[in-house]
Each structure stands twice: as C-alpha cells, then as structure tokens.
C-alpha cells in the first residue's frame, strides 16, 4: 500500500521520524486512525500489510507504531515480535489494537514485546489519550 503520507516541504525541522506508522487492513479503521491523528496534527504512514510494515519502520524510523493485531496477511504479534528482534527497530513503540474477541492475548501481545494495547471498538478520546502518552 502506498505512502499517503503528505510531503513535509513546509515544515522545517519536520522528518518521517516524526510521523506514526499505522498498521490495519481495515479500511474503516484505518480512515478512523489516519483522520484523529491529522485532527491532532500528527502526519502517518499506512500500510495494511505486516512485510510491508517492517520495510516501511526501517526506510522511515517512525515514533510510534500502531500494529492491527489481526492483519489479511500475516499475524501483528508476529510481526510486533520481529520489529523487536531487530536492534535498529526495538526502540520504536508499538501500540497493538486488538479485536474485542482477543482480549485474552493481551499477554501474547505484551511479551511478543509491543509496548501497549488497545481493544476494539476504539474510542477516540482513549485512542489519542494512548497515542499522546507514548508520543510523550
Ligand atoms: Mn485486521
């Protein structure tokens, strides 16, 4: 999937290494994270492919990875569990959004090394609380 990502040409300073990489192969979800994010002013890549998601943290060195536990395909914890396997990608946080049936791999997702967790249905208002507290 392409980066929809806009050009940063007037923002001097601005960089991909500010921007939060998000991972989901739900169109619905996806405009729902990419639109709360640009309302608070946070640029985003998207992809909705786990392979795709590893290529684009390392050309781009994102802050904050937001990884659809349940891609088409692959597994996010297995690619959650890969970003950490890789030193130069490790310090990246990763924030898993799981389905609501999948509460209970709130464990898998924690030791396959993601940073954090949220469930579906998102809300906005703990969406962006979440997203400001690994911003920082
Ligand atoms: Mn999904």
């Known amino acids: 999937m392409a980066d929809r990502s806009k050009a940063d040409a007037d923002a001097p300073g601005a960089s991909d290494a500010g921007k939060v990489l998000i991972v989901e192969d739900n169109d619905l979800n996806m405009r729902l994270f990419c639109d709360v994010l640009e309302a608070f002013g946070i640029e985003s890549l998207q992809t909705g492919s786990g ?45 898993a959004v799981t389905a609501f049936a999948m ?26 609380a979440t997203v400001r507290r690994f911003l920082g």
Not at 57 to 86: C, E, N, V, Y
Not at 103 to 124: C, F, M, Q, T
């Open 103 to 128: 509460k209970g791999d709130e464990k898998r997702i924690i030791e396959a090394g993601a940073e954090g967790y949220l469930s579906k249905p998102i809300s906005v208002s703990s969406f962006m």
């Open 51 to 95: 392979p795709e998601a590893i290529k684009l943290a390392r050309a781009h060195k994102p802050r904050l990875i937001i990884m659809d536990i349940q891609l088409a395909d692959s597994s996010g914890i297995d690619i959650t569990r890969a970003l950490k396997a890789d030193p130069e990608l490790a310090p990246i946080p990763v924030l």
